[in-house]
């Protein structure tokens, strides 16, 4: 069975420092990988994914995340932290197949400190 | 634009009521999902449909009800067999074809017993 661990339920940091956002998957198939963003009391919006190909996936507002399957590890990371960036973060893994149900994380809420 | 459409927003439900969430798409996707969010739990899959007229249930799927008649159109019914109906619901769409984007999310309803 699938399974998604984020590591820390918060995280705190300074403006313009960087950001880590730790994941860890279990997965007894290639995975999809993916990474959302919510701001309070909106849907998840998505940040980037990771499918097949290049493992270090670029997405929006700056952020990157590195599949590394060694590690089973999918770390979200932007090198300097804007106030617009506190939200909570949540990581996916569904199977490599269209259609399967998404598996999340309990997610991580990070705050940004002027 | 292309969406999803979630309504209503906020939802209050009296103790032994059943209730209905909305949610419909104009995206032609062809699998829709239910979520339900509590604080730090992240997301659970309550049910979803790969197709119309068929779908499955989700790890929570006890007290709730969902029909998929149309393509479209995807609404999940909280029973009253539902003790703990207080929640964040988050209804999202996907393709079913192999390029699997991940998912597009409703902005959601907070469903409160009162």
């Known amino acids: 069975a699938q399974s998604v661990t984020q590591l820390g339920s918060h995280v705190s940091v300074s403006e313009g420092a960087l950001v880590l956002l730790r994941c860890n998957y279990s997965?007894?198939?290639?995975?999809?990988l993916f990474w959302y963003v919510q701001y309070p009391n909106q849907g998840l919006q998505l940040l980037l994914k990771?499918?097949?190909?290049?493992?270090l996936v670029k997405g929006i507002n700056g952020f990157e995340a590195e599949f590394k399957k060694s590690e089973t590890s999918f770390h979200l990371t932007k090198p300097s932290a804007h106030m617009s960036d506190a939200a909570e973060y949540f990581c996916?893994?569904?199977?490599?197949?269209?259609?399967?149900?998404?598996?999340f994380g309990k997610g991580t809420t990070l705050s940004v400190s002027s | 634009d292309g969406g999803i459409t979630q309504s209503p927003k906020y939802l209050f439900r009296k103790e032994g009521q059943n209730v209905t969430l909305s949610c419909e798409q104009n995206?032609?996707?062809?699998?829709m999902y239910w979520y339900r969010q509590d604080p730090g739990q992240g997301l659970r899959l309550i049910y979803y449909?790969?197709?119309?007229?068929?779908?499955q249930k989700g790890d929570i799927a006890e007290g709730y009800s969902v029909s998929r008649e149309k393509k479209e159109s995807f609404p999940l019914t909280v029973t009253s067999a539902q003790k703990n109906p207080t929640a964040f619901y988050l209804c999202?769409?996907?393709?079913?074809?192999?390029?699997?984007?991940?998912?597009?999310f409703g902005s959601g309803t907070r469903l409160t017993v009162v």
């Open positions: 449909s790969q197709i119309v007229n068929d779908f």
């Open positions: 999202a769409s996907s393709t079913r074809t192999d390029d699997f984007r991940g998912y597009t």
């Open positions: 996916a893994v569904s199977e490599s197949q269209a259609g399967t149900a998404l598996i």
């Open positions: 997965s007894s198939v290639p995975p999809y």
């Open positions: 990771y499918t097949t190909g290049a493992t």
């Open positions: 995206l032609n996707h062809d699998a």
